[in-house]
């Protein structure tokens, strides 16, 4: 059976943290309700330091709510990394219609991220 895979834009080149200070960016609410059948999700990444420096670690987490604009509740983490690179991280998000993903970087250097969230 195939299965159709819907890539939704988390973050864009975006500044999290500044110098010496860790900082937190959190994605557009995301509606799961008509796609998030199996629960299966894939979210590819890139993170890159600035100032000609390396990245500090960046935690991925994600957040549910039962409404678009209702109050989101920590949900889970779902990846951990050490520093800047590209890659694919795999995880099950919970039966829940409304998720915004959260990436909160370490206190080295601010980390410039891209992510897309896959899921089908």
């Known amino acids: 059976m195939a299965y159709k895979i819907n890539t939704i834009p988390l973050f864009l080149n975006t500044l999290?943290?500044?110098?010496?200070?860790a900082g937190t960016s959190i994605s557009d609410p995301i509606d799961l309700r008509d796609i998030n059948a199996v629960g299966a999700c894939a979210m590819?990444?890139?993170?890159?330091?600035?100032?000609g420096g390396t990245a500090g670690s960046t935690v991925f987490e994600y957040a549910g709510s039962s409404?678009?604009?209702?109050?989101y509740v920590a949900a889970g983490t779902f990846g951990t990394l050490g520093g800047a690179g590209t890659g694919i991280i795999t995880f099950t998000i919970p039966a829940i219609p409304f998720a915004?993903?959260?990436?909160?970087?370490g206190t080295s250097n601010p980390a410039l991220i891209t992510a897309e969230l896959n899921v089908r």
Not at 16 to 21: E, K, L, M
Not at 100 to 105: F, G, N, P, Q
Request: proline content about 0%; glycine content about 20%; charged content about 10%.
């Open 16 to 21: 999290t943290g500044a110098q010496g200070t």
């Open 44 to 51: 590819t990444y890139g993170i890159a330091g600035t100032n």
């Open 67 to 71: 409404q678009f604009d209702g109050t």
């Open 100 to 105: 915004k993903i959260k990436a909160v970087s």
